[in-house]
């Protein structure tokens, strides 16, 4: 009797948590969601004010866009994989406390407080044709004139400005989320495998990358999103010569425009991220996750 009379009690408890939850939700839904569903809109409106896939066609359409998407696609494959391998060495290394550590610290971590434009004009100092690199070069003796290493004529060494650009300014995100991961792990079971005889490249890959996995898959997901959205640097080093899918985005808005094909842009990126994530997701998630959802 006592039980049953207490489960209306219960039953009639005001749901506490989600009434606090409700002010973040909206707030939430009106910088996010609304913006969100007139993106969408906008995407596949006409100017006209019908609906179709006329700003679909006709972005696909623009000189630029297949080489935005190559680009983006080759920054996106060059880059992350280059940056997780540097950013995994310079956390191990921290790891293991050498001297003036916190200053490799601080060091590693300055390109975070540089916006994306003031880094893409340090590095345009460095490549332009008249920039600090050829300068290095004729006093070395090993050119003359330099290398006009930033023109369209040479689309290799373009790429490879703006891949150095992103690898100096982006890799401190990486860097600092896996410092956080690697400091909860107790560093009593890489001493262990180690007692047991295994190489360092043995202990990073069954003891420390496994446990490292969370933070893995935070970086990843940030960071690639993150790529998608690259376009300052890129602006300030080459400019219109090596479009991006962000800076499509730009030029159909701002240049020509057209919100509406900028928006289809837009929709674009935001599939590709939403798809992206969902795979990272799924792909690292913990094992145990996986056994307890079977």
Same mark, same amino acid.
């Given at each position: 009797?006592?039980?049953a009379?207490?489960?209306?009690?219960?039953?009639?408890?005001?749901?506490?948590?989600?009434?606090?939850?409700?002010?973040?939700a909206?707030?939430?839904l009106a910088?996010?969601g609304?913006?969100?569903?007139?993106?969408?809109?906008?995407?596949?409106q006409t100017p006209?004010?019908g609906?179709?896939?006329?700003?679909?066609?006709?972005?696909?359409?623009?000189?630029?866009?297949?080489?935005?998407?190559?680009?983006t696609?080759?920054?996106?494959?060059? @880059?992350?994989?280059?940056?997780?391998a540097?950013? /995994?060495?310079? +956390? &191990?290394? =921290? *790891?293991?406390?050498?001297?003036?550590?916190?200053?490799?610290?601080?060091?590693?971590?300055?390109?975070l407080?540089?916006?994306?434009?003031?880094?893409?004009?340090?590095?345009?100092?460095?490549f332009?044709?008249?920039?600090?690199?050829?300068?290095?070069?004729?006093?070395?003796?090993?050119s003359?004139?330099?290398?006009?290493?930033?023109?369209?004529?040479?689309?290799?060494t373009?790429?490879?400005?703006?891949?150095?650009?992103?690898?100096w300014?982006?890799?401190s995100?990486?860097?600092?989320?896996?410092?956080?991961?690697?400091?909860?792990?107790?560093?009593?079971?890489?001493?262990?495998a180690?007692?047991?005889?295994?190489?360092?490249?043995?202990?990073v890959?069954? @003891?420390?990358?496994?446990?490292l996995?969370?933070? /893995?898959?935070? +970086? &990843?997901? =940030? *960071?690639?999103?993150?790529?998608?959205q690259?376009?300052?640097?890129a602006?300030?080093?080459?400019?219109?010569?090596?479009p991006?899918?962000?800076?499509?985005t730009?030029e159909?808005?701002?240049?020509?425009?057209?919100?509406y094909?900028?928006s289809?842009?837009?929709?674009?990126?935001?599939?590709?991220?939403?798809?992206?994530?969902?795979?990272?997701?799924?792909?690292l998630?913990?094992?145990?996750?996986?056994?307890g959802?079977?």
């Amino acid at each position: 009797m006592t039980e049953a009379a207490s489960r209306p009690a219960r039953a009639r408890r005001p749901p506490v948590p989600y009434l606090l939850l409700i002010p973040s939700a909206l707030f939430m839904l009106a910088l996010f969601g609304w913006p969100l569903i007139q993106g969408v809109l906008a995407s596949v409106q006409t100017p006209g004010g019908g609906y179709g896939w006329e700003n679909v066609r006709r972005m696909t359409a623009e000189p630029h866009f297949w080489p935005a998407v190559r680009n983006t696609a080759l920054l996106i494959v060059i @880059v992350i994989p280059l940056q997780f391998a540097l950013a /995994i060495a310079m +956390a &191990l290394l =921290l *790891r293991e406390r050498p001297r003036l550590s916190g200053l490799y610290f601080y060091v590693w971590a300055v390109p975070l407080a540089i916006s994306d434009l003031a880094a893409g004009l340090v590095w345009l100092a460095i490549f332009a044709d008249q920039g600090y690199l050829n300068s290095a070069l004729a006093g070395l003796g090993l050119s003359e004139s330099g290398y006009e290493w930033l023109s369209y004529e040479h689309p290799g060494t373009m790429l490879a400005a703006v891949v150095v650009a992103e690898l100096w300014r982006a890799t401190s995100l990486v860097f600092i989320i896996l410092v956080g991961g690697l400091s909860v792990i107790p560093k009593e079971y890489d001493e262990a495998a180690q007692v047991f005889g295994a190489t360092l490249w043995q202990r990073v890959r069954h @003891v420390t990358l496994p446990l490292l996995r969370p933070s /893995i898959q935070v +970086a &990843l997901i =940030l *960071r690639t999103i993150l790529a998608f959205q690259t376009f300052a640097v890129a602006q300030a080093l080459a400019g219109r010569n090596f479009p991006l899918l962000i800076g499509e985005t730009y030029e159909w808005y701002v240049n020509l425009q057209n919100p509406y094909a900028a928006s289809a842009v837009a929709m674009i990126i935001l599939g590709v991220s939403m798809f992206t994530a969902t795979v990272y997701l799924r792909a690292l998630r913990q094992p145990d996750v996986i056994r307890g959802a079977r």
